[in-house]
């Protein structure tokens, strides 16, 4: 027996040990909260792991910040000049965006329509991957003690990139979206038709569960339809790259995620949402045309006497501004100013509707170029998608 | 005594084979380095994927000690640790890696291989071997569904037994004859 033993014994330890492991696999595939708790080991390995990634990320950064902020600064003044500018042409967009946001909350308001907000934002840098093709995840370097927490969603400004799976102390591990276990509620943005997003086994995304009869066209876009309550309804997901019919009465459907998951370095933790209804009712704010007044001196300040006029006697809007009516809402103020001259296409806003109760602006937003004037005489008429906004660390009113 | 540039792959005996070990700092930081390196390099690189660092490792420690439990434990233990990284459940890797650990000493025991032809072999054997136990776990025990397309398991193969030659004889400045 014992010369057995002995004679076969790295075999044996080799079937102990596997045995071990086919066992500890066993345990974890049948507990079905397994990403609730976190194994020992895994925490060891983070801990030894992602503080070296963190260490070159920082050097990195480092590095480059020296070299661009103190060395390289060919064509700073250039750059400075077009970032005001960009500025600029953003604030009007911001707030052509607030009051296109403000005339859906007043209709949402009217529907007694509760939406989920985006009140609180973390921003993280990503310090690792898992190194592996089966697991499509990232290492970020904020984790519980920044107060993050499982099934946060995860975001950069071009759309989503995925949840938070498993949170360490200082570190936290995010599924992507375009592994083969993640899902997402989905809807295409035109034709409404929702479904579930989901990651295949060669890294690829797809829209699940879209009955062969549908219409979809590949270019559309695809956003979250915030079904699985936990990404917010409107975040843009990817486009359609390619339909075909599938082998039962679901349609193949492939994705292009919008977010590039294979070139992460910042990302954002949607840490608190909120759930409320519309409200329309505030204090005044600033409109397009007061921006304009402020920025654009050589336009006529011709505004304030025309608002002033209309306080006094409210006239109609515009016939280009009919384009998007405006309802005649409970709680709005009955004294409606003309909306400003030079920017015929912006919906007149009631009195006592508050621009600072708006979420701040959308994730995305259009990048057409260069001139503010122009931009907003020549501002496209597409109606806003309902985007949460990425307000960071100030909750919505 | 062999010589390491006399036959490519010899056949020898028990006795015959040159045992090497590794000091401590080696055993533990070269494995820690491996996954370091196969975590954070496809960030950049997304192409480094398609390598396995820790398995070129496991079959490096395992050929140069030519023991088997050494072999089988240092592949566990690379493994897992691989598995911590991920978001699937510890053991795929693990076991993947304690079967070529065991196997890839137990071709050491026999052979010595040092030439660079017969080690870009051994490692495309051995990776080939360790994505079908790999994906038999992961389907069989874990229920993933893990896609095996011949195409890029040849290639990655092929890669992987590119940089395995590069990397053994880097690693072979590391060794210590027991």
């Avoid at chain 1, 590949?218 to 075909?244: A, C, H, Q, W, Y």
């Avoid at chain 2, 196997?103 to 080690?119: C, F, M, P, Q, Y």
Wanted: zero cysteines; glycine letters at 6%; hydrophobic letters at 45%.
């Amino acid at each position: 027996m014992e010369s057995v033993l002995s004679r076969y014994r790295n075999l044996i330890i080799l079937v102990g040990v596997l045995f071990a492991q086919v066992l500890g696999l066993a345990v974890q595939v049948k507990r079905t909260s397994d990403t609730q708790e976190t194994r020992l080991i895994r925490v060891w390995t983070v801990s030894a792991v992602t503080p070296f990634e963190k260490a070159i990320v920082w050097f990195r950064h480092s590095t480059y910040n020296v070299w661009h902020n103190y060395m390289y600064l060919r064509g700073v003044r250039q750059e400075n000049r077009d970032l005001k500018a960009e500025i600029e042409r953003l604030r009007i967009e911001h707030v052509r965006l607030q009051e296109d946001a403000e005339q859906a909350r007043r209709l949402q308001a009217l529907l007694a329509f509760k939406e989920e907000y985006i009140s609180q934002t973390l921003a993280a840098q990503v310090i690792g991957a898992t190194g592996s093709e089966s697991s499509r995840a990232i290492f970020i370097d904020k984790g519980s003690k920044d107060g993050l927490d499982h099934d946060m969603p995860v975001v950069t400004a071009d759309g989503v990139v995925g949840k938070v799976l498993q949170v360490y102390k200082s570190t936290a591990l995010v599924l992507l979206l375009n592994d083969q276990t993640s899902g997402v509620g989905a809807i295409l943005e035109k034709s409404r038709v929702q479904g579930v997003a989901k990651g295949t086994a060669t890294g690829e995304l797809v829209l699940d569960r879209v009955m062969s009869d549908e219409a979809v066209q590949p270019g559309e876009n695809v956003l979250t339809s915030g079904g699985d309550r936990i990404f917010p309804k409107g975040l843009p997901l990817g486009t359609v790259t390619k339909v075909t019919p599938g082998s039962e009465v679901f349609l193949n459907i492939r994705i292009k995620p919008s977010a590039n998951l294979a070139r992460l370095e910042e990302v954002l933790v949607i840490t608190k949402k909120e759930e409320k209804q519309a409200v329309a009712e505030g204090t005044p704010s600033t409109r397009a045309a007061d921006v304009l007044a402020q920025r654009l001196p050589s336009v006529p300040d011709k505004h304030a006497v025309d608002a002033s006029k209309t306080d006094q006697a409210p006239k109609p809007a515009p016939e280009a501004a009919t384009t998007a009516p405006k309802p005649n809402t409970p709680g709005t103020a009955s004294q409606s100013k003309p909306a400003p001259k030079i920017n015929p296409a912006v919906p007149p806003r009631p009195e006592g509707v508050s621009a600072q109760q708006q979420r701040t602006p959308a994730i995305k937003t259009t990048s057409s170029q260069p001139e503010a004037g122009a931009t907003l005489v020549e501002r496209s008429a597409k109606p806003a998608t309902a985007q949460p906004a990425t307000q960071t660390g100030a909750p919505p009113q | 005594m062999l010589h390491h540039n006399s036959v490519p792959i010899t056949y020898t005996s028990g006795e015959q084979v040159e045992v090497y070990r590794f000091s401590v700092p080696v055993t533990i930081a070269v494995p820690l380095v491996a996954v370091f390196l196969q975590a954070y390099l496809p960030l950049h690189f997304h192409f480094f994927s398609i390598f396995d660092l820790p398995l070129l490792v496991t079959i490096f420690f395992a050929m140069a000690r030519r023991s088997q439990v050494a072999g089988l434990l240092t592949g566990g233990i690379i493994g897992l640790l691989q598995d911590s990284l991920t978001h699937q459940p510890i053991g795929i890797y693990g076991i993947a890696k304690t079967i070529v650990g065991y196997s890839a000493s137990s071709l050491g025991i026999r052979l010595d291989v040092e030439n660079a032809g017969a080690r870009f072999l051994v490692v495309l054997v051995f990776y080939t071997l360790h994505q079908i136990i790999y994906i038999l776990v992961a389907r069989g025990l874990v229920r993933l569904t893990l896609a095996w397309n011949w195409q890029h398991e040849v290639g990655s193969a092929l890669a992987n037994a590119f940089l395995g030659v590069f990397l053994f004889f880097l690693l072979d400045r590391f060794k210590q004859r027991a």
